[in-house]
Nanobody, 113 residues
């Protein structure tokens, strides 16, 4: 069975950094593009970043220059490095296996003073 486990969320002050991880199992990880999404209360789930099996990346305009998505196929893990965090980045962050729509349970990120 496919399983995605997000981790690394927490409370951080504005301007701080977090690194999220998503560990995948039950799939041939290297064969799939991966994505990070986020959802804030009362808002639609938003695509944050994607990375293809070949390592090409794409970012939402709101996070360009601040967030970096990467993957380690040997560890079956995708990462999201988040720098210069803003209060509007507060959300539950989810990873997703693209095309087949496998989702993890999410990890809470709260940016507040």
């Amino acid at each position: 069975q496919v399983q995605l486990v997000e981790s690394g969320g927490g409370l951080v002050q504005p301007g701080g950094s977090l690194r999220l991880s998503c560990a995948a199992s039950g799939i041939t990880f290297s064969m799939y593009a991966m994505g990070w999404y986020r959802q804030a209360p009362g808002k639609q789930r938003e695509l944050v970043a994607t990375i293809t099996r070949g390592g090409n990346t794409n970012y939402a305009d709101s996070v360009k220059g601040r967030f970096t998505i990467s993957r380690d196929n040997a560890k079956n893990t995708v990462y999201l490095q988040m720098n210069s965090l803003k209060p509007e980045d507060t959300a539950v962050y989810y990873c997703n296996v693209q095309l087949v729509s496998y989702w993890g349970q999410g990890t809470q990120v709260t940016v507040s003073s």
